[in-house]
């Protein structure tokens, strides 16, 4: 296996690539997942979307957002999913993808305020409840396995995390200041 040559511009421009695109995946992500709810497919057009952004990195002018530059890739992405998946009974209108692009955009601007006022709300909840999140979304254990291993019904585990998604969404509302509107 040949030895990796630190000094190749291949290199520096991986180091490069990975210190702008760490910081901004999650919002990449997010934004993605607003446009397309289905998982599966959101984490297709998330990885094309990737490795757009690497192959076209050398076209990346430095020093401008690269989040807008990301989140415009993506926005390709998605559109081109949308053509590919046109037989699909959903589809949105080209109006009705510029209302969500724009909330998109509101949303990508608030992103890292309300993760932070979130991480502090879980971090508030009682060590059963802390648990019952990682469980659920850090460890992505289904509900059926928490319920054994819990020694209770999923019917229950539903209705506790119900509960614990209330907490959180009352919190994260008043740590910024939010009126609750479904409340």
């Given at each position: 296996m040949p030895k990796e040559d630190k000094n190749s511009p291949v290199h520096h421009n991986a180091e490069?690539?990975?210190?702008?695109?760490?910081?901004?995946?999650?919002k990449v992500f997010a934004y993605i997942i607003s446009r397309w709810p289905n998982r599966a497919d959101a984490e297709e057009i998330m990885q094309e979307t990737?490795?757009?952004?690497?192959?076209?990195?050398?076209?990346?002018?430095?020093?401008t957002d690269f989040l807008a530059w990301a989140v415009t890739v993506a926005k390709y992405k998605i559109m081109s999913w949308r053509k590919k998946k046109a037989h699909q009974a959903l589809q949105f209108n080209e109006e009705a993808m510029k209302v969500l692009d724009n909330r998109s955009n509101e949303f990508l601007k608030r992103y890292d305020t309300r993760i932070g006022a979130l991480k502090e709300c879980i971090e508030k909840l009682t060590k059963s409840d802390k648990t019952l999140i990682e469980l659920k979304y850090f460890k992505e254990l289904p509900v059926k396995r928490i319920s054994i291993r819990y020694g209770i019904t999923p019917r229950a585990v539903y209705k506790t995390l119900s509960r614990v998604h209330s907490?959180?969404?009352?919190?994260?509302?008043?740590?910024?200041g939010e009126v609750a509107v479904h409340e």
């Open positions: 490069s690539f990975l210190r702008q695109i760490t910081p901004v995946q999650g990737m490795t757009t952004l690497w192959s076209k990195y050398d076209d990346y002018e430095q020093g907490l959180l969404m009352r919190c994260v509302r008043r740590n910024l």
